[in-house]
C-alpha cells in the first residue's frame, strides 16, 4: 500500500487517486519493481549468493524504503561472503 505524495490519501493499488485523481502509474511501476528486486534477493540469499542478495536488497531499498529492507539488509551486512 502506498500514499498518493500529493494528497497522502491511502492507496490500496489503484493507479489514480481516489480523492485528487493524481496519476499514481509511475509510483506504482516503481513499487513493483522494487518487490521484484527484494524477491530476487531472497532466490540469492537462497542460492548461496549473498553478493548479489546484496546487491539486489539495496536496489529495492534506493526505491521503495521499508522496515523490513532495513532489517534485511542489515542481515546480509552480517553474513559471511564465501
Ligand atoms: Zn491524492
Redesign the pocket.
Known amino acids: 500500500m502506498i500514499r ?6 491511502r ?1 490500496k493499488g489503484e493507479s489514480v ?6 496519476d ?1 502509474t509511475d509510483i506504482l511501476t516503481v513499487e513493483a519493481q522494487a518487490d521484484f528486486a527484494m524477491t530476487r534477493a531472497f532466490q540469492n540469499l537462497q542460492d548461496g549468493n549473498i553478493a548479489q542478495a546484496k546487491k539486489q536488497c539495496a536496489h529495492a531499498c534506493r526505491m521503495k524504503r521499508t522496515e523490513f529492507g532495513e532489517i534485511f539488509s542489515a542481515f546480509l551486512d552480517d553474513c559471511v561472503l564465501p
Not at 4 to 9: G, I, K, L, Y
Open positions: 498518493c505524495p500529493v494528497c497522502r490519501a492507496n487517486c481516489r480523492r485528487c485523481l493524481s499514481l
